[in-house]
């Protein structure tokens, strides 16, 4: 495929199918390829996607800047020495870059503020606004609006209308989707090959073209199904004619064959000429309705998907969380004042605020993972299951099955095997390192892993990041067969819409 000058383009395709991967050819990280990359006058900035893998001090390191601000304060506080202006290398203005990049999405962190101490969302929209710069003319980006709140969002969707240069990107956003002008969908095809088909559109136009397309292929497929069948059927007749005309024959010139065996055997011959041949007519037929019907399977998508259903169990609508007057702050920022909230059994809350507002923090409060605060919270319940937004309770460096095994010690490996195929690993894929898994593969994992014991309550803190859109949907379907409580962190108004939120807890930001 190519790309044009100031041409938007997105890659979509399920999870490990190769978007990265495409993406990491492309900017030159990978190199060991057949065939042939050309890039003609590009300057790119790239965004990746596993950006919470990226090792950054505080704000100032995400712009390559930590030791010309550390020198520049030191400096204007008068108690800098030769060093600190060695460090500075002429970097006087290092401070009105770095305040001028994060303009882009009305950000105002203090510059040696810890990045560690950051939202999801707030460490996208950073690196986001260090990475774009007046000299690109090329935008590399994967997954750019993940963990973003929505402001964010229609911040980052005008930029994209607004960016003059060529835009390459990975996403499942269904509005950023609906920005570009092509879509490249990789999708497997038949048994084993994966291959790339263009789309001259955005999103809406995508989805419209996989209709007909699905349409035509049904239509095609059936057709020679019933081209078989009726060759088939017509073969048969054929070989109950040849059998009949030959019992005829038998009879009608059996004593004449005696008298006159030559011309009997000449006009048994020469009918059954005629029947091989008609036969070996619908022969030709079935073959080629069978070969056509092989081409057909060769091209039809590969699909496979998550099948996972909870057991009808009834949840009872007892208070599973209590919390009143809730009070905690993070790095001298209060984020809690007197907060307060009740969470009964098979309620579906969506608790929203702005990157930074505190969000995940009450997820991890609920989770026991914050014990810092002061006032009452109260949980009612022992089987509380929490995805966080990055999987971190799942161990990188053992392999699927043993992380489902730790994390459910006491179920059985078969039982957990037995899940685990469920979310599609199967067979030796339970061995592969969760390291080595992509991000969608990873949140089936942690899926497969807190579902198993079926809980109470689950805490999910933005569970549609890095998911395919087959995968969301699927997400959706297991959601809306779970009768218990749902605390859900998420951006994805759809998504939400579509697992039947029934209420919600705003947060507010704090100065």
Known sequence: FSINEDEKVAIIGKNGIGKSVLLQLIIGNLEAYNGKITKSNII??????????????????????????????????????????????????????????????????????????????EKVKLILSSIINKNSNFLILDEPTNNMDYESKKIFYDFIKK???????????????????????????????????????????????????????????????????????????????????????????????????????????????????????????????????????????????????????????????????????????????????????????????????????LLKIINKQIPNYTGLVRINSDNISYLDQNCDFLDNHKTILENIRNINPNIAEKDCRDNLAKFLFRTDAVYKKVIDLSGGEKLRVALACILLKEPELLLLDEPTNNMDLDTIEVLEEILNSYNGAIMVVSHDNVFKENIKIAKTINIELKG
């Open 44 to 121: 790119f900035s790239y965004f990746p996607q596993k950006f919470n893998e990226l090792e950054f001090n505080t704000v100032s390191d995400v712009f390559g800047f930590e030791k010309q601000v550390k020198s520049l304060i030191k400096i204007e506080k008068g108690e800098a020495d030769i060093e600190d202006y060695e460090n500075l290398d002429g970097k006087w203005d290092c401070i009105d870059i770095i305040k001028e990049k994060m303009k882009l999405f009305n950000l105002n962190f203090e510059l040696l503020r810890d990045f560690n101490t950051l939202s999801g969302g």
């Open 163 to 361: 960016w003059e240069g060529s835009i390459l990107l990975v996403s499942h956003d269904r509005e950023l989707l609906k920005l570009v002008n092509k879509i490249i969908e990789i999708r497997k095809v038949g048994l084993s090959d994966i291959k790339l088909f263009s789309y001259g559109g955005n999103f809406d136009y995508w989805l419209e073209q996989k209709q007909i397309e699905k349409a035509a292929m049904e239509k095609n497929y059936n057709d020679s199904l019933k081209q078989i069948k009726h060759s088939q059927i017509e073969l048969q007749n054929e070989r109950e004619m040849k059998d009949r005309k030959r019992k005829e024959g038998e009879r009608n010139y059996g004593e004449k064959a005696r008298a006159s065996q030559n011309a009997a055997g000449l006009i048994i011959m020469a009918a059954e000429s005629k029947r091989g041949q008609l036969a070996r007519q619908c022969n030709n037929r079935v073959e080629k309705a069978n070969n056509k019907v092989d081409e057909m399977k060769s091209k039809l998508e590969i699909k496979q998907e998550v099948y996972f259903k909870f057991s009808p169990t009834k949840f009872s609508n007892k208070i599973l969380i209590e919390i009143e007057d809730l009070n905690f702050s993070y790095d001298r920022r209060k984020i809690f004042t007197n907060f307060s909230l009740t969470v009964n059994g098979g309620e579906r809350i969506s608790i929203e605020g702005k990157n930074g507002s505190g969000k995940t923090t």
